[in-house]
């Protein structure tokens, strides 16, 4: 058993636009409240993400009452959550197909102008169209447009130890996008996690978290300060039977709320 606590918090308002850092933060069954429940696509629907589109990592997403504000150094642009009127659509997300609303006309066009690209955003507005993935969870638990899990968390000593081989091409947290950074346990010990508790809420650990050219990005510009990096060193210090990896999926068991400071106990770990 280890104790350890939670030294980050990050939401995600729209998938694949830059992250929020938050003091505390709403648990609910298909993530943090407010997590990836808006989606940037193609005309056609598709997602879009920073592994093709790395301009994306521009952006900022704040929440507001009533929907998000999405701004860059040039402007902002203030999305109203889509009512029952606003179009509905299917997006594609991996290999799921779902329904969600799309935002109102000045919203796509200031997105389009940002990214150079035609784009469209939508709105989950029926957080039990998606079903999780079937290799970590049951048929009836739910997901945002997270890539496949309701959250993510990292070991910040892990990090640390990728940096130590990096050298002066170290990187931030911020490169691996996740919800909840935990300090204390042993660099790569989240591997074998399968359960763990903080600040009283538990969450089941069902996969650990492959990895992609995404934490080359920087998430300010975008832009690949060392290409390859620090992608080809994590694969050298953890490559795993299922690929390079950094974290852990994590599925809550049920509704809470987590905070910065926050104990974590790892419950079971093999």
């Not at 629907?45 to 900022?60: E, M």
Request: glycine share 10%; proline share 9%; net charge negative.
């Amino acid at each position: 058993m280890s104790i350890a606590r939670i030294t980050g918090l990050n939401l995600f308002p729209v998938k694949g636009l830059r992250g929020l850092p938050l003091d505390a933060m709403e648990i609910e069954p298909c993530g943090p409240a407010g997590d990836r429940r808006w989606l940037v696509t193609d005309p056609e629907g598709v997602f879009l993400t920073q592994r093709t589109v790395p301009d994306l990592a521009r952006i900022a997403a704040v929440p507001t009452g009533n929907g998000v504000v999405l701004s860059t150094n040039e402007g902002q642009c203030a999305v109203t959550i889509p009512g029952e009127e606003a179009p509905i659509g299917t997006v594609s997300v991996w290999h799921h197909q779902v329904q969600a609303r799309q935002a109102a006309g000045d919203a796509q066009a200031w997105l389009s102008a940002v990214m150079g690209r035609p784009c469209l955003l939508w709105f989950m507005h029926d957080t039990a169209a998606r079903p999780i993935d079937p290799q970590g969870g049951r048929p009836d638990l739910t997901v945002s447009f997270a890539d496949a899990y309701p959250l993510l968390a990292v070991n910040r000593a892990s990090l640390d130890a990728l940096n130590a081989t990096l050298g002066e091409n170290a990187v931030p947290i911020e490169r691996f996008r996740a919800n909840l950074v935990i300090e204390g346990p042993p660099a790569w010990s989240e591997n074998g996690w399968r359960s763990l508790t903080v600040g009283g809420l538990r969450f089941h650990a069902p996969t650990r978290c492959t990895r992609c050219v995404v934490i080359t990005r920087d998430q300010q510009s975008g832009e690949a300060p060392h290409p390859g990096e620090p992608l080809k060193s994590l694969g050298q210090l953890n490559r795993l039977p299922e690929g390079i990896v950094f974290g852990v999926n994590l599925i809550p068991e049920a509704p809470g709320r987590v905070s910065v400071g926050d104990p974590v106990e790892i419950e079971e770990a093999g």
